[in-house]
């Protein structure tokens, strides 16, 4: 059974960072290319980022690129969303998704991410 386990949310002042972090079980974490998504209340579900399964090719959404970082480890099964210069439209529940951009499959119950002063 996939599971997907999302951590690292909270309330952060705009400006401010926070580090996501995604525990992934059921499947050969190592094969697969991950994925993070968002979304905000009152909104359907938007892409954010992926990587690949080796973790050397990464894509954003235009909204977050050279604010937000994703990254993986492969012997600890877990990707992570390092996001820094938070802005108020940041806020949204963050879930971590098995797959690329076009074609993840599950994504975790999410962590809720406020930016707000």
């Known amino acids: 059974e996939v599971q997907l386990v999302e951590s690292g949310g909270g309330l952060v002042q705009p400006g401010g960072s926070l580090r996501l972090s995604c525990e992934a079980s059921g499947f050969t974490f190592s094969s697969y290319a991950m994925s993070w998504v968002r979304q905000a209340p009152g909104k359907g579900h938007e892409w954010v980022s992926s990587?690949?399964?080796?973790?050397?090719?990464?894509t954003y959404v235009d909204s977050v690129k050279g604010r937000f970082t994703i990254s993986r480890d492969n012997a600890k099964n877990t990707v992570y969303l390092q996001m820094n210069s938070l802005r108020p439209e940041d806020t949204a529940v963050y879930s971590c998704a098995k797959g690329s951009k076009f074609e993840y499959d599950y994504w975790g119950q999410g962590t809720q991410v406020t930016v707000s002063s």
């Open positions: 990587i690949n399964n080796g973790g050397g090719s990464t």
